[in-house]
């Protein structure tokens, strides 16, 4: 069964500083796809990523940057030079290929607060 | 629309009580997916549309829970004699297809059982 666990409850950082957001996942798939999605106060899940079991490149977008490492079954997060405005809830979630459906199993979250 | 819209965003009901959770998702799409997401956990998977049929409803907790996609448009999920554990807010996904696109998230609906 597919499982993702964000080891991580809740971060606080003081704004500038880089953070990451970490993610362990476990599937028997051998392809399968890994997401993260932020969501702010106003509860809306924003996506920010879709990675598959195949593309292990890391990824940079702007602050926020990707590790995906199949090795460890991880595909963290990091945000660098953090901002108030990235003060949220980040998920992490998995999909797998065998699953019909591709339903998204999401972790619980990491509540991240950044501080001016 | 613009994005995936849910209707109403906050419900509050008796215990007991029958209630409708609607989902309009983004037109065009043709997968839809409703969530429950707790309090302090992530969203947790329910139903699955691929067009007006129920393709996988292997995430509804019991036969109280049901939804409807007549049209393979609008979504409708329907709770029957609510219980105070049904308090939750529950999510509705669209995907342009069922394969691993980007879901787009309505706001949700904040359900509160009295």
């Known amino acids: 069964a597919q499982k993702v666990t964000q080891a991580q409850t809740e971060i606080s950082v003081v704004e500038k500083e880089d953070v990451t957001l970490d993610c362990v996942y476990e599937?028997?798939?051998?392809?399968?796809?890994l997401f993260w999605y932020k969501q702010p106060p106003s509860g809306e899940l924003v996506f920010l990523i879709r990675?598959?079991?195949?593309?292990?490149q890391n990824e940079i977008s702007g602050r926020y940057s990707w590790n995906f490492q199949k090795s460890t079954s991880s595909f963290n997060f990091t945000i660098t030079a953090s901002q108030v405005v990235d003060s949220a809830v980040y998920f992490c979630?998995?999909?797998?290929?065998?699953?019909?459906?591709?339903?998204?199993?999401f972790g619980k979250g990491t509540k991240l607060s950044v501080i001016p | 629309g613009a994005g995936v819209s849910q209707t109403p965003s906050n419900k509050v009901t008796e215990k007991g009580k029958y209630v409708e959770l609607r989902c309009d998702p983004i037109?065009?799409?043709?997968?839809l997916y409703w969530y429950r997401q707790s309090l302090g956990q992530g969203p947790e998977f329910l139903i699955y549309f691929q067009g007006t049929g129920a393709a996988d409803d292997s995430g509804l907790p019991n036969d109280r829970f049901f939804a409807v996609r007549p049209e393979g448009s609008v979504s409708t999920l329907k709770i029957q004699r609510t219980e105070r554990g049904d308090s939750a807010v529950y999510l509705c996904?669209?995907?342009?297809?069922?394969?691993?696109?980007?879901?787009?998230f309505g706001q949700g609906t904040r359900l509160t059982v009295v």
């Open positions: 599937t028997r798939d051998t392809t399968y796809y």
């Open positions: 996904a669209s995907r342009l297809d069922r394969v691993n696109t980007e879901a787009f």
């Open positions: 990675r598959n079991s195949f593309d292990e």
């Open positions: 979630a998995l999909s797998e290929d065998g699953a019909g459906s591709y339903q998204l199993t």
């Open positions: 037109s065009g799409h043709t997968a």
